[in-house]
């Protein structure tokens, strides 16, 4: 199976220079925990809630002024929409990340692949996925 057959492909993506607040006020309109950020196609980095509370809040930015750039994870991981699902989640439980951007060979985003997509629509070994994922002290 390939990644292009389970991946969530209406993906909403965030400009650098947008704030972090306006941000974390899209991620809870959207029900949703990381953001792809682009820069008009090109894919330049992924922002999190945990990159907002983590490296905005704790080192003393204020949300409405920090930006999404100041904030955004910059060292990128991602696969192509013709991988296979399994080396997807070997890539995410060896990162320990629970998302991957999907890219096409234009290197433009055309979807997005959670844990929870693995989960519901290829269940086998999203478990082991899972363990690796979660896994403390990597």
Known sequence: ?????????????????????????????????????????????????????????????????????DVMTEELRFCRADDTVEQAMAEMGDLQLRRLPVLDAQNEIVGIVSLADLATRQSAHTDETLREISTPGR
């Open 1 to 69: 199976m390939k990644i292009s057959d389970v991946m969530t492909r209406d993906v909403q993506t965030i400009r650098p220079d947008q704030s972090a607040q306006y941000a974390a006020r899209f991620m809870l309109k959207n029900d949703t925990g990381a953001i792809p950020v682009t820069d008009g196609e090109r894919l330049i980095g992924m922002i999190t809630d945990r990159d907002i509370a983590v490296r905005g809040v704790a080192a003393g930015m204020i949300p409405q002024e920090a930006l999404v750039a």
